[in-house]
């Protein structure tokens, strides 16, 4: 959590009231739900798939066709 | 009880109680001041369950005295003690004059509220969490 907010614990401890923890906390795992929410969406059952064609489009230069 | 809004607790908003019928501000403490005043509310309302079993404790008439005496006279004045702990800005001697008992007391709660909010979201918070 210091890393997300970039501030240390003794920063904390010194400046921030319990109210304030508490409610950064709260924001802070509505933001984490949202961005997890977020990428569960885009990823569908295809996305970890490509077609033959784009396959051989991304792939092309790395695969060498030797004919025998 | 109104509930503080968000703007209130990031600004750090003054608590606003009333007593003797006027309204007065209290500085939020930061974390390091009132975790010290936590242990000083914990130390004074956790014996409650213990004296409470010597009230109803019918084998333990000696007892019963001195608790009701403990519930009913000291701990009030030690809840005092602790508020103005708290809002040490504020004048004790002219608010005990004018405050009432009830007063007292939603002031108190308003302290409480301010410095235990984890109490009540920090549950709520892992169990989201684990989903």
């Known amino acids: 959590m210091m890393a997300e907010w970039h501030v240390t614990p003794d920063y904390i401890c010194n400046n921030w009231t319990d109210e304030q923890l508490e409610l950064y906390v709260e924001k802070l795992i509505e933001r ?32 060498e066709v030797i004919k025998q | 009880m109104v509930d503080r809004t968000e703007e209130q607790i990031v600004t750090k908003a003054s608590i606003t109680v009333i007593l003797g019928g006027k309204e007065y501000e209290i500085a939020p403490l930061v974390i390091r001041d009132s975790r010290e005043w936590r242990k000083k509310f914990i130390d004074l ?25 403990q519930m009913m006279v000291t701990m009030p004045d030690q809840v005092i003690d602790l508020f103005f702990q708290y809002a040490k800005d504020l004048n004790r001697e002219d608010i005990e004059a004018i405050a009432t008992d009830t007063e007292m007391s939603k002031a108190f709660e308003e302290v409480v509220k301010v410095t235990f909010p984890l109490a009540e979201s920090l549950p709520k918070a892992l169990a989201r969490l684990s989903r």
């Open chain 1, 32 to 63: 984490k739900e949202r961005e997890s929410n977020a990428v569960k969406g885009n990823q569908t059952p295809n996305s970890h798939s490509v077609s033959p064609e784009t396959l051989a489009a991304r792939s092309r230069g790395m695969i």
């Open chain 2, 45 to 69: 309302v956790g014996p409650l369950p213990s004296l409470l079993n010597t009230i109803v404790d019918a084998s333990n008439p000696e007892g019963f005295g001195s608790v009701l005496s």
